[in-house]
């Protein structure tokens, strides 16, 4: 295996590609979205903010990347409905779907357990496993047809390392790895379809500022330094690795 965390693809290596990336308005996935447009993708933006996904959407036709799309969508919120209208909009508009970059998360606030309540649990999983499941499926026809599709979710350090405070956060991101897992299994005839989970770790994103305000940004990698490794786990290197959890820092 090459060293995935510093990869360098070649420069058309996702030139003919389509990947849906969630999260795209901010952080790790706009950032992720542009990266992908400036080695050929084209990229479907998908995120609840309209304006933070134009600013995604500008900043790749700053770069030069082939014109993406944007659509927004509460992933709290859609229903089944949603989820095929998305696969048949895909299907017109491209024609083809080689990638998932799943970076939507669900958080609410830190609180101890006796403060969280239902509702801010069942939207956190909702967010971080059922809807990027149920996403997934709706689109696996598209991906089956492809030649080399990945599917590639951001996980989060907490799901392994459970404290106080992250409650329904921490459990509902913990349950991303039975899924991928099972996924693969099920996934394991297919050689050209394949799901991995990529932990971060601590980084310079919104959500670790959220959840951290009084930590000195300048300790922590920038957003930038995990773009190598999510582009070598939705490209072609990555061939023949699946159901795979791994950590861009060591934990």
Known sequence: MADWKTA?????AFKDRVILVTGAGQGIGAAAAVELAKFGATVI????NEKKLSRTYDAIEAVGGAQPAAIPMDLAKIGEAELNQ???LIQKEFGRLDGILHCANGFNHLSPLSNQKLDEWVEMFRVNVAAPFAMTRALFPLLEKSPDAAVLVLGETHAFE???YWGGFSVTKSAQKNWIEIAASE????ANVRINLLVPGPIQSPFRLATHPAELKDTLPVTEA???AILYWLGGASVGQSGQTLFFQEK
């Open 162 to 164: 459970p404290n106080a």
């Open 86 to 88: 998305l696969g048949v």
């Open 187 to 190: 996934w394991d005839k297919l």
């Open 8 to 12: 360098t693809p070649s420069a058309d």
């Open 45 to 48: 933006l998908l995120g609840r």
């Open 226 to 228: 995990i773009l190598p």
